[in-house]
């Protein structure tokens, strides 16, 4: 299975902004449609955004729209989430992975980085 390594996480205040990044060491991300997945303290995961491999054409779940966004750069062979005008509910480990077609069929995961949003 592919390994992904997420990196970018911190605690930072209410409205301020967070830009997180998914490598793939050794693999050609540009292949894969990529998820970002999110896990709250006491809660299950929740899927965040996808960003397709044919077409790059993004998705995101209602709560984030407008203040996250997802991209891809292949010179980079990486895959980041901007994260601007955080909520304190946005705390959570947040998880790339694997993800054909954007179907939420997870396939490899990173090992998650750690979002905290607080005063």
């Known amino acids: 299975q592919v390994q992904l390594v997420e990196s970018g996480g911190g605690l930072v205040q209410p409205g301020r902004s967070l830009r997180l990044s998914c490598a793939a060491p050794?693999?050609?991300?540009?292949?894969?449609?990529i998820s970002w997945v999110r896990q709250a303290p006491g809660k299950g995961r929740e899927w965040v955004s996808c960003i397709m491999r044919r077409d790059g054409s993004t998705h995101y779940v209602n709560d984030v729209k407008g203040r996250f966004t997802i991209s891809r750069d292949t010179a980079k062979n990486m895959v980041f989430l901007q994260m601007n005008s955080l909520k304190p509910e946005d705390t959570a480990v947040y998880y790339c992975a694997t993800d054909p077609l954007c179907s939420r069929n997870f396939g490899s995961w990173g090992q998650g980085t750690q979002v905290t949003v607080s005063l």
């Open positions: 050794g693999l050609n991300m540009s292949y894969y449609s």
